[in-house]
């Protein structure tokens, strides 16, 4: 660790090992829209050593009600070099790589095989599907969030131990633009954060095999459990990377 006291109120949490787990992990995050913002924010301060920010868009002023990676001044430009520059200035420690590109079945395979923990900040279940069956095949946990105005979910994905994405939602919903609260980013964010933060330093029980429903307008969550054979690569997703 270059910098100790930077981490000196976490480290209680997890011991030194595990922040110098945290160094010499990749996290790669698939999109960098409000659930991008909070995920990578949580995971650079923390100390995840490489950070892969994948986004083939740009910001737009509506994006910033939510989007805390971005300035007004970024409006215009690739939100990957937004948030990998907003990154770098939070913890100058970490390496943070730009993926200027939307994610497909051509490059996902390649950028998850490097990952140590993949996570979806993605706003559509087509995307979702191929990243779910990139992370299938090179056996990386993938850590699911999503949310529509004040609600939100959010999972851990484990190939092999527990049911995939596409096995917990086969049939992706209709796309449609969606209301989004800034805050609602906030808090599935913070919580996909928190659960690659515990898998890359083994602390405490994951959300694996389960899904957090958050409803904000009452301000609570349930936990349901799902029951399945553990995942594996379907036709679906075989003919969506041909």
């Not at 409000?34 to 490489?50: C, E, F, N, T």
């Not at 939602?169 to 933060?197: D, N, Y």
């Not at 959300?207 to 553990?230: F, I, K, M, Q």
Request: hydrophobic share 45%; proline share 7%; net charge negative.
């Amino acid at each position: 660790m270059k910098d100790a006291a930077r981490y000196d109120r976490q480290i209680p949490l997890f011991g030194e090992e595990g922040q110098r787990r945290l160094a010499r992990s990749t996290a790669l995050v698939v999109g960098a829209g409000g659930l991008g913002s909070a995920v990578s924010v949580y995971l650079a301060v923390a100390g995840v050593g490489r950070i892969v920010v994948v986004d083939g868009d740009v910001v737009e002023v509506s994006n910033l009600n939510r989007q805390i990676l971005h300035w007004p001044e970024d409006l215009g430009r690739p939100k990957a070099a937004s948030a990998a520059d907003t990154l770098r200035g939070l913890n100058p420690e970490v390496e943070v790589e730009e993926v200027p590109l939307f994610a497909d079945g051509r490059n996902l395979p390649g950028l998850v095989a490097k990952a140590d923990a993949v996570v979806d900040a993605l706003d559509n279940f087509s995307s979702r599907h191929l990243l779910n069956g990139a992370a299938l095949d090179a056996d990386v946990p993938l850590f699911h969030g999503a949310i529509s105005g004040l609600d939100g979910q959010a999972t851990t994905i484990i190939p092999g131990a527990t049911p995939c994405l596409r096995c917990i939602f086969p049939r992706p919903p209709p796309e449609e633009k969606v209301p989004a609260l800034g805050a609602t980013c906030g808090v599935i964010g913070s919580i996909q954060a928190t659960e690659v933060v515990k898998h890359l330093t083994g602390l405490g029980a994951s959300l694996a095999g389960r899904l957090l429903l958050w409803d904000g307008l009452r301000g609570g969550a349930t936990r349901s459990p799902w029951r399945g054979t553990p995942a594996a690569r379907t036709a679906a997703d075989e003919e969506s990377f041909k």
